[in-house]
């Protein structure tokens, strides 16, 4: 039934400096104010300032709708 679930959209508001494979940085494909899709049930949720966050790592992002 999960697999049903219809992905969510939200906003990239930061991303981080990468991930490292074989001892090398290796560059997100996502960037600051790109509208992305990701599983319904993917991240972590953080409350920082009043606010709530959905902290993702790149392999929650299903698509990149948006630049």
């Not at 990468?18 to 319904?40: A, C, H, M, Q, W």
Request: aromatic fraction near 8%; charged fraction near 30%; avoid cysteine.
């Amino acid at each position: 039934d999960t697999a049903k679930e219809k992905p969510q959209e939200g906003v990239v508001l930061a991303v981080g400096p990468g991930r490292f494979e074989n001892g090398e940085r290796l560059p997100l494909d996502v960037s600051t104010g790109d509208i992305v899709l990701y599983s319904k049930y993917g991240g972590t949720e953080v409350k920082y300032n009043g606010e709530e966050y959905l902290v993702l790592s790149a392999r929650d992002v299903l698509a990149i709708i948006e630049k």
